[in-house]
C-alpha cells in the first residue's frame, strides 16, 4: 500500500517535444515569418528601387562602401583572354581579333568603356543593383543597360519628330511584369523571353519606354538567392548596407562632438563668494551682485577681475586671475574607445556580404600568417563568382566569334574562316571551345617563401607550372616566349643571362672542379 501510494506520488515523465524551436513566438524575439513567395513578390519593383538608391547612395559618401565595391571588383572581374591552339596562324588571327575588339571605339556603342572596363563596370552594377545588362548590337558593338532601366514603363517613348511623348503599347503593358520588368518564356518555365528596356527619359529621372529586347541578344546576369522563384537579382550588400549608413552617420556625429570640445578649449573656474564669507573678503574676490555675505551683507557688485587678452601664436599668453580663479582644459574623449571597438566589430559583420576578410581593411588587426589564412579562405569565396563572370565572358567570345565567321563584311576583313579551316577547325563550335578566360591571380605576400612552396610542390607532383602561374595572374606560355626572345637578344649582344641565385655554382663549375680534382690526385 505504501508502494502505492508513493509511486502515484511521483510525477509523470516530461513528454518528448517534436517541434523547431524556431517556429515558435516568444517574447524574447520577433515573430518568426509566416509567408513564403517569390522574391519580385517579397521585393517589388517600389522596394527594389529604394534599396538600389540607399546603396547607390551609400557608395557616393560612405568610404567603407565604396571601397568594398571596389576590392571585391579587383578580385572576382578582371580576367585574361587566351587562346592557344599552336596553329600559329590561327592563333595570331584570333588574338588580334580580340586585341582590336577590347578598345572602347570598338566595343562600347558609347565608346566610352573598353572590354576590361566594362565588364568592371557590369559587375559593379550587379553588386550595387543585383543585375545588369549588356545588348548586343550589329557591328559587335554593346550597349550598357542599368539594373532600373530593366523594368516596367511609367511613360511613353519620345517622338523627335513630333517633339511629344508617345503612348506606352498597350501590347507591352499587358505582358510586361510590373515587378520585374521582363517577359517570362511560356514554354520554358523560369527562362525570360523578352527584356523590357527603358530609357531615363527627357528629364533624367523618368522610366521611359524604349522597346523590348529578346533575352539572347542581351548578356544578363545577376546575384541569386533563390533557386527557382526568382527572376531577378538581389544585391548582396542588402545585408550590409544598413550597418554601413550607420557607422557613416556614427562617424559624422563624432566629428561634430569633437568639433564642438575644440571650440571649448580653456575653461575659467570662478569661486564665488558664498553665505559664510565675510563681506570684505568677497569684495576683496571681487563677487558678483546678490551674493549674500557674513551676518547677511550683501557682496559687492564688481565684476571678476580676471582678464584673459587675445590668444597669437606669436605673443606669451598671460592671465591675470583672482585669488580663488582656475583654468582648466577641456579635452575631448570623442571617439571613445568603446565606440571605436564597436564600430570595428560592425564594419567585420559588414564585410562579410562581400566575404571580406578584415584584414584586407586593417593590417594590423592580424598577424602576417593570419593574412595569409583570411587570403586563402578569401580567394575559395572569390571562386564561385569568378566562375559567373567566366561563363559571361565566354558568352561574350562566342558571340564576337560567330559574328566574325558569319558576317560577309567582318568575314572578309579578318579571313577568319579561311584561316581556321586551314588550321583544321572545321566548325565554329570548335573554335569557341578553344578560348579560355583566365582570372587574374592574387599578389604575393611574401614571393620568396611562396615561391619556394610552390617549387616543392611541383617537384612531387601536388601541382604544376602552369596552373602554379595562373594562380597569379601570370601566363606560362607566354612568359617562355618572352624569356626565350630576351635570351636570343643577350646572345646577340654578347650578354650572359645569371639563372642561379648569385653566388650559387652551376652544374658546370661543379663538374669543372670536380675533374680538376682527380687530375691533381693522379
Avoid at 597669437?312 to 571605436?340: A, C, H, Q, W, Y
Avoid at 588587426?365 to 564561385?384: H, K, P
Avoid at 588550321?423 to 611562396?450: C, D, H, I, N, Y
Wanted: charged residues 30%.
Amino acid at each position: 500500500m505504501a508502494a502505492r501510494r508513493k509511486a502515484a506520488s511521483t510525477p509523470p515523465a516530461a513528454a518528448v517535444r517534436l517541434d523547431y524551436d524556431a517556429t515558435k513566438t516568444t517574447g524574447r524575439r520577433r515573430a518568426p515569418s509566416t509567408s513564403v513567395v517569390a522574391e519580385h513578390v517579397m521585393l517589388p519593383d517600389s522596394k527594389r528601387k529604394k534599396l538600389l538608391a540607399t546603396v547607390q547612395d551609400q557608395q557616393r559618401n560612405a568610404s567603407a562602401a565604396a571601397w568594398m565595391i571596389r576590392r571585391h571588383l579587383d578580385y572576382v572581374s578582371k580576367f585574361r583572354f587566351q587562346f592557344r591552339t599552336g596553329k600559329d596562324a590561327l592563333d595570331k588571327v584570333v588574338n588580334r581579333l580580340f586585341h582590336w575588339h577590347a578598345q572602347p571605339r570598338n566595343f562600347d556603342i558609347a565608346a566610352r568603356f573598353g572590354r576590361e572596363e566594362m565588364f568592371r563596370m557590369f559587375e559593379a552594377e550587379k553588386v550595387t543593383a543585383g543585375d545588369a545588362g549588356m545588348i548586343k548590337l550589329s557591328g559587335l558593338m554593346l550597349q550598357a543597360i542599368e539594373s532600373d532601366l530593366i523594368a516596367y514603363p511609367k511613360v511613353g517613348k519620345y517622338n523627335p519628330k513630333t517633339k511629344r511623348i508617345d503612348q506606352i503599347p498597350k501590347a507591352v503593358l499587358d505582358s510586361v511584369n510590373k515587378d520585374t520588368g521582363v517577359v517570362m518564356d511560356p514554354d520554358r518555365p523560369g527562362r525570360v523571353a523578352q527584356f523590357c528596356i527603358c530609357s531615363r527619359g527627357q528629364d533624367g529621372k523618368s522610366v521611359a519606354f524604349d522597346h523590348l529586347e529578346p533575352a539572347e541578344n542581351v548578356i544578363f546576369d545577376a546575384y541569386w538567392t533563390r533557386f527557382s522563384s526568382q527572376v531577378r537579382g538581389v544585391s548582396p550588400l542588402s545585408t550590409a548596407i544598413n550597418s554601413i549608413q550607420d557607422v557613416y552617420e556614427g562617424v559624422d556625429f563624432n566629428l561634430a562632438k569633437a568639433k564642438v570640445h575644440a571650440l571649448f578649449g580653456i575653461a575659467l573656474m570662478r569661486d564665488y563668494a558664498g553665505a559664510n564669507t565675510p563681506g570684505e573678503v568677497a569684495a576683496e574676490w571681487g563677487a558678483a551682485s546678490g551674493v549674500q555675505g557674513a551676518e547677511g551683507e550683501e557682496a559687492v557688485t564688481e565684476p571678476i577681475s580676471a582678464k584673459l587678452q587675445e590668444i597669437k601664436p606669436n605673443e606669451m599668453l598671460m592671465l591675470d586671475m583672482d585669488t580663488r580663479g582656475r583654468i582648466e582644459t577641456v579635452e575631448s574623449k570623442t571617439p571613445s574607445s568603446e565606440f571605436r571597438e564597436f564600430q570595428e566589430l560592425v564594419l567585420r559583420l559588414a564585410f562579410l556580404a562581400l566575404d571580406i576578410p578584415y584584414s584586407a581593411f586593417n593590417s594590423k588587426a592580424t598577424s602576417f600568417s593570419g593574412m595569409i589564412a583570411d587570403q586563402n579562405l578569401y580567394e575559395v569565396s572569390c571562386r564561385s563568382k569568378r566562375e559567373k563572370n567566366s561563363w559571361k565572358r565566354r558568352e561574350y567570345s562566342d558571340w564576337v566569334l560567330e559574328t566574325v565567321w558569319n558576317d560577309p563584311k567582318l568575314s572578309a576583313a579578318w579571313n577568319l574562316k579561311q584561316i581556321a579551316n586551314d588550321a583544321g577547325f572545321s566548325r565554329l563550335r570548335e573554335l569557341q571551345e578553344e578560348v579560355e578566360w583566365v582570372p587574374s591571380g592574387f599578389p604575393w605576400l611574401m614571393k620568396g617563401q611562396e615561391i619556394e612552396g610552390d617549387t616543392k610542390a611541383i617537384a612531387i607532383g601536388a601541382d604544376n607550372i602552369i596552373d602554379s602561374c595562373t594562380r597569379r595572374g601570370s601566363n606560362f606560355f607566354e612568359n617562355i616566349d618572352k624569356q626565350a626572345e630576351a635570351e636570343a637578344y643577350a646572345k646577340e649582344k654578347g650578354v650572359a643571362l645569371v639563372k642561379g641565385l648569385p653566388g650559387q655554382a652551376v652544374a658546370q663549375d661543379v663538374v669543372d672542379g670536380v675533374e680538376e680534382k682527380e687530375g691533381e690526385d693522379e
